[in-house]
Nanobody, 115 residues
Framework: QVQLVESGGGLVQAGGSLRLSCVASGIIFSIYTMGWYRQAPGKQRELVAV???????NYADSVKGRFTISRDNAKNTVYLQMNSLKPEDTVEYYC?????????WGQGTQVTVSS
C-alpha cells in the first residue's frame, strides 16, 4: 500500500519560513518524480515544485527564489523549504509521487501565513 505522509505545515508570520516533509512508503522512492502542489478552496490544484529522480527541479514562477525542493532517497523523503512566506502562500500543500501512469497523493498539510 502506497502512503505519502506530509508534515511541517502550520502558522507563520509573513517573511518567515517553514519546511514541509513528505515521507513515502510502498514505492521505490528513488525512481519517482516527487512534487509539491497546493490548492486553495474552490481553485484547481497547482504545481509548486517538482524534483525528478535525477535531481532536476522545476518551480512555479510565484515561488522561484523563495522555495527549494530537495529529496533524500535514503529516507524516502522529499522536502520543501519555504522562505520569505507571503499571505498568498496560505493554502493546503500536497505531496505527489509520479511515475508514468502511477500517481499518488498525500493527505495534505495546511500552511497559514499571517500578515
Amino acid at each position: 500500500q502506497v502512503q505519502l505522509v506530509e508534515s511541517g505545515g502550520g502558522l507563520v508570520q509573513a517573511g518567515g519560513s517553514l519546511r514541509l516533509s513528505c515521507v513515502a512508503s510502498g514505492i521505490i522512492f528513488s525512481i519517482y518524480t516527487m512534487g509539491w502542489y497546493r490548492q486553495a478552496p474552490g481553485k484547481q490544484r497547482e504545481l509548486v515544485a517538482v524534483i525528478t529522480s535525477g535531481g532536476r527541479t522545476n518551480y512555479a514562477d510565484s515561488v522561484k527564489g523563495r522555495f527549494t525542493i530537495s529529496r533524500d532517497n535514503a529516507k524516502n523523503t522529499v522536502y520543501l523549504q519555504m522562505n520569505s512566506l507571503k499571505p498568498e502562500d496560505t493554502v493546503e500543500y500536497y505531496c505527489n509521487a509520479g511515475l508514468g501512469r502511477r500517481d499518488y497523493w498525500g493527505q495534505g498539510t495546511q500552511v497559514t501565513v499571517s500578515s
